[in-house]
Nanobody, 115 residues
Framework: QVQLVESGGRLVQAGESLKLSCVAS????????MGWYRQAPGKERELVVS??????KHGESVQGRFTASGDPAKNAVYLQMSSLKPGDSSNYFC??????????WGQGTQVTVSS
């Protein structure tokens, strides 16, 4: 059974940095497509950053501020967020897409940015 567990979300001040983690079990992250998404109350889920076949795509609102990385030894991916804004407040999810095309989502971690 594939499980993704995000962590690291908390309350921060505008302008601060924060790093989120996503650890997987039941599947190997390396070699599969991964992504970070976010969803605020009343809004649609939106792309933060994704990686597929060596190509990285960022959501327009986080370009230049957020960076994704991975640690195959820990079977984990990370989202480094800098220059946080109140508009970045959201529930952040990681997603794994396997080579068979199946998507797995974590339960999310809440980030709140105060002004």
């Amino acid at each position: 059974q594939v499980q993704l567990v995000e962590s690291g979300g908390r309350l921060v001040q505008a302008g601060e940095s924060l790093k989120l983690s996503c650890v997987a079990s039941g599947a190997v992250l390396a070699g599969n497509d991964m992504g970070w998404y976010r969803q605020a109350p009343g809004k649609e889920r939106e792309l933060v950053v994704s990686g597929s076949n060596g190509v990285t795509k960022h959501g327009e609102s986080v370009q230049g501020r957020f960076t994704a990385s991975g640690d195959p030894a820990k079977n984990a991916v990370y989202l480094q967020m800098s220059s946080l804004k109140p508009g970045d407040s959201s529930n952040y999810f990681c997603k794994l897409r396997t080579q068979s095309g199946h998507d797995y989502w974590g339960q999310g971690t809440q980030v709140t940015v105060s002004s």
